[in-house]
């Protein structure tokens, strides 16, 4: 099956936190990714692509944002439009129109602003999917099932709402999800991301690995990223998590 990569940003900002990309590394990244031929879609976008041909679509990268920050209308919108990449918002629903504040933000990052809805739908009017991220930020394997449920479909039903729009895809707050989480979140979406670092293949629509772009170094990162030329990289990085899990 055709890799395809999935990226994970979260905030566009200068703070240099551990969720941060600076702009103007994020603009450049975007360069890459169109100087070597690949075009930015929507999760929904590569998804139906292998639910019609059995296969990921060649030459795309689909772009992600998690959580909704302000700086994805501000920063992330026009650097995408200037590209004719679109991309997926995963939405904290919870949190739209307030603050980062559903856990302490990491070091450097303080409490910053999210989209507002209507900020939301100028997104998607312009081409970007809008997919849901829970309502307030769970890790999702700490709560139970009737909590899972209920956290999928405010999540789903606020978006519905507000956009008048079905959301398709969803992201695991942290990442995190057991077999049964991702049950629930394959009922109620197309597809769902882990964050587990690779890139995608035969995984499961459920549980579809993405990589975080706390990784890219520099541009040509993102070229190694799409030619495969950093499988091998991801692979040590993921094992190196594993074992730092397994210690700490
Ligand atoms: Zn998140």
Request: hydrophobic fraction near 40%.
């Amino acid at each position: 099956m055709t890799p395809l990569a999935i990226l994970t940003y979260h905030s566009l900002d200068d703070s240099g936190s551990v969720v941060s990309v600076s702009p103007g590394a994020f603009a450049a990244q975007m360069g890459a990714v169109a100087e070597c031929g690949f075009r930015g879609v929507t999760l929904s976008e590569a998804v139906e692509h292998r639910l019609a041909h059995g296969d990921w679509p060649a030459q795309r990268l689909v772009i992600t944002f998690d959580d909704g920050f302000a700086n994805t209308h501000e920063v992330a919108l026009p650097v995408l439009a200037r590209r004719g990449f679109a991309a997926t918002v995963f939405l904290i629903t919870g949190h739209v129109g307030g603050r980062n504040d559903w856990s302490a933000p990491p070091p450097g990052l303080g409490t910053r602003p999210m989209m507002t809805w209507a900020q939301v739908a100028e997104l998607a009017q312009k081409g970007i999917e809008i997919g849901g991220h829970s309502h307030t930020h769970p890790d999702m394997r700490r709560i139970s099932d009737a909590q899972v449920e209920h956290e999928l479909a405010i999540c789903k039903a606020e978006i519905h709402e507000q956009l008048g729009y079905e959301a398709r895809t969803f992201a695991y707050p942290y990442g995190s999800r057991s077999e049964r989480v991702a049950e629930a979140a394959g009922r109620q979406f197309a597809a769902a991301c882990t964050a587990v670092l690779k890139r995608v293949q035969a995984e499961p629509l459920a549980q579809l690995p993405r990589v975080d772009a706390y990784y890219l170094r520099t541009p040509k990162d993102v070229v190694r990223l799409l030619t495969g030329r950093w499988d091998s990289y991801l692979t040590l990085r993921r094992l190196g998590r594993r074992v730092r899990r397994m210690f700490a």
